[in-house]
């Protein structure tokens, strides 16, 4: 319980898509909230997209709006990212993130979230 894997990271060139998946052992799956953040060096972690418990509500930073899509598998107990028309700025670790609530509508923006995966990197080359 509490384990998240993300997968999906890896090189490519602006304007490329990249799908990122995180495997979540949280039960019941539909009781977090999930998020995506990405951390550069020197940086704070920055959020970048999240989803309540029921994928009612999905918010995303500005820079990546109308980008990038996330969204929850309930079957698989999975969170992913998709991400379109990538910038060399996206560069980063991506990190998946959950978070118990009995908020139907809560997507935290700040890294308050109780447990998070160990990161993948993406590298947007231009």
């Known amino acids: 319980q509490g384990q998240l894997v993300e997968s999906g990271g890896r090189m490519v060139q602006t304007g490329d898509s990249l799908k990122l998946s995180c495997a979540a052992s949280l039960s019941p799956f539909s009781s977090y909230a999930m998020a995506w953040f990405r951390q550069v060096p020197v940086k704070e972690r920055e959020f970048v997209a999240g989803?309540?418990?029921?994928?009612?509500?999905?918010d995303y930073t500005d820079s990546v709006k109308g980008r990038f899509t996330i969204s929850k598998d309930y079957n698989n107990n999975q969170v992913t990212l998709q991400m379109d028309s990538l910038k060399p700025e996206d560069t980063a670790i991506y990190y998946c993130?959950?978070?118990?609530?009995?908020?139907?509508?809560?997507?935290?923006?700040?890294?308050?979230?109780?447990?998070w995966g160990q990161g993948t990197q993406v590298t947007v080359s231009s």
């Open positions: 989803i309540s418990r029921y994928s009612s509500r999905t």
């Open positions: 993130a959950g978070e118990k609530t009995q908020s139907t509508t809560s997507v935290p923006t700040a890294p308050i979230y109780a447990y």
